[in-house]
């Protein structure tokens, strides 16, 4: 259900795991372990999880902007996306700038010659670049903006 919210954050430089098979109790063992925040909208689990001490966020929100609006609150977490930072949405390893030449066979020939700076996850081998999507990311971290402005002011 999170696994928008999730590769968000990776573009925007969290460390973000999503392991899509395991049960409530294997996620509670797995965040404890490993010092993470759990982050669900799963009630139950939020209670369960708070009550083993665990850290804990129950994601509240109607929109992916609201969402991150309601994180950027509780974390203190920019807003912004800085690729140098970012994850991969896909696998969570930190991708890395590339030469333009270095992927000239790996994206479509439009695509090469329009944009001149390209990243390329070492894990999984994506190639990102600031493409026509672009601007609708720019567009939701606008609203998210917006939101936690209004969030705080109230
Ligand atoms: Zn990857």
């Known amino acids: 259900m999170l696994g928008s919210l999730a590769r968000w954050l990776r573009m925007m430089g ?17 965040a404890k372990n ?9 009630l139950e689990l939020y209670k369960r999880s708070t ?10 929100g ?18 912004e996306i800085d690729l140098r930072f970012s994850r991969c949405p896909r696998c969570n390893a930190a991708i890395l700038r590339v030469p333009k030449e270095k992927i000239e066979d790996k994206v479509k020939k439009n695509t090469f010659s329009h944009y ?22 720019r ?9 936690l402005g209004e969030a705080s002011s109230v």
């Open 34 to 42: 490993e010092k993470r925040v759990l982050l669900t909208r799963d």
């Open 116 to 137: 001149s700076e390209f990243w390329e996850c070492p894990k999984c081998g994506k190639i990102y670049w600031q493409g026509a999507h672009w601007p609708k990311i």
């Open 14 to 30: 969290h460390d973000v795991e999503f392991p899509a098979i395991l049960d409530d109790d294997k996620l509670m063992i797995l």
């Open 51 to 60: 009550s083993r001490g665990i850290d804990v966020f129950y994601v509240e």
């Open 62 to 79: 109607r929109s992916e902007a609201e969402r991150l609006a309601a994180l950027a609150k509780r974390f203190g977490m920019p807003l």
């Open 139 to 147: 567009e939701t971290l606008g609203d998210a903006k917006k939101s």
